[in-house]
C-alpha cells in the first residue's frame, strides 16, 4: 500500500465521523476541540500547514471508536489508521500522550494491557517527533472534553479524573515547555492565539494601591 501521511480534511471528517458513530462518546467533542485549537496554532506557525494540524487533531483519538478504557485507544488507534496506510496520523496516535517518551507517563494506567505496553514502549524507543506530534500534544492538553480551556485547567481535570504518578508533574513540565516553544515559534501568547483567557495574575483595581 502507498504510505500518505494523513488524509485530507475530507477523508478525515469521513474517518472521524465512522468512529463518532461507532462509539459516540467524550472524545468526540474532544477531538473537534484539539483539532481546532492546532489548526489555530499552526495557522500562526511560519512553518506548519493548518489543514495537516486539523487532520492530525481530528484523528488523534480515533482508536477510542473501540470501547477501550485506560491507554489501548493509542494502539487501536495506530494499527486502524496504518492499515489505512496514514503513518504520521497513525504516529500521533501513539505519541499525543507521551511529551516525554516513557510508558509509564500514562497515569491511568495499561490495566491489563499488557502487550500494548510492550508494543508502546518498544514504538517509543525508535520514534522521531516531528513537530506535528508535539503541536497534537499540546492540543490534546488544551482541547478539553467541554470546551478549549488553558492547559493548567485541563491538566488538572485529567488528573482529577485519572490519578497521577511520580511522572505527572515532569509531564506537566514538558508540555508547559512545548508551550513556550511554540510561543517562541509564533512570537505571541499561545492563550491570545486561540482566544481563550489568559494565565497572567488578576488584580483588583481595589487592591492595586495597596500592593508593595
Ligand atoms: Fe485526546
Known amino acids: 500500500m502507498k504510505t500518505k501521511l494523513s488524509p485530507t480534511i475530507e477523508v478525515a471528517e469521513k474517518l472521524f465521523l465512522e468512529g463518532a458513530a461507532i462509539n459516540h ?3 468526540v467533542n474532544h477531538s473537534r476541540f484539539a483539532a481546532h485549537v492546532a489548526r489555530l496554532i499552526a495557522r500562526a506557525h511560519p512553518d506548519m500547514d493548518e489543514e495537516t ?3 492530525l487533531g481530528l484523528l488523534h483519538d480515533i482508536g477510542r471508536l473501540e ?6 485507544h493509542i494502539t487501536v488507534g495506530y494499527r486502524w489508521l496504518m492499515e489505512r496506510g496514514y503513518a504520521l496520523s497513525a504516529q500521533i496516535a501513539m505519541t499525543h500522550t507521551f511529551p516525554i517518551a516513557d510508558v509509564e507517563l500514562a497515569s491511568s494506567g495499561w490495566l491489563d494491557h499488557e502487550e500494548d505496553k510492550a508494543f508502546t514502549r518498544s514504538f517509543l524507543k525508535k520514534v522521531h517527533y516531528t513537530p506535528y506530534d508535539r503541536l497534537i ?4 492538553s488544551i482541547g478539553g472534553i467541554y470546551g478549549i480551556v488553558p492547559m493548567e485547567v485541563r491538566l488538572v481535570d485529567i ?3 485519572h490519578g ?4 505527572t508533574v515532569p509531564k506537566w513540565k514538558a508540555l508547559f515547555s512545548i508551550k513556550e516553544t511554540f510561543e517562541k515559534e509564533i ?3 499561545l492563550y491570545e492565539v486561540l482566544g481563550i483567557p489568559g494565565d497572567s495574575p488578576w488584580i483588583p483595581n481595589e487592591l492595586r494601591c495597596q500592593l508593595g
Open 137 to 140: 500534544q499540546l492540543a490534546d
Open 67 to 72: 470501547r477501550h478504557s485506560g491507554m489501548a
Open 159 to 161: 488528573a482529577l479524573r
Open 164 to 167: 497521577t504518578n511520580e511522572l
Open 187 to 189: 512570537g505571541q501568547n
Open 53 to 55: 494540524a486539523y487532520v
Open 25 to 27: 462518546g467524550p472524545w
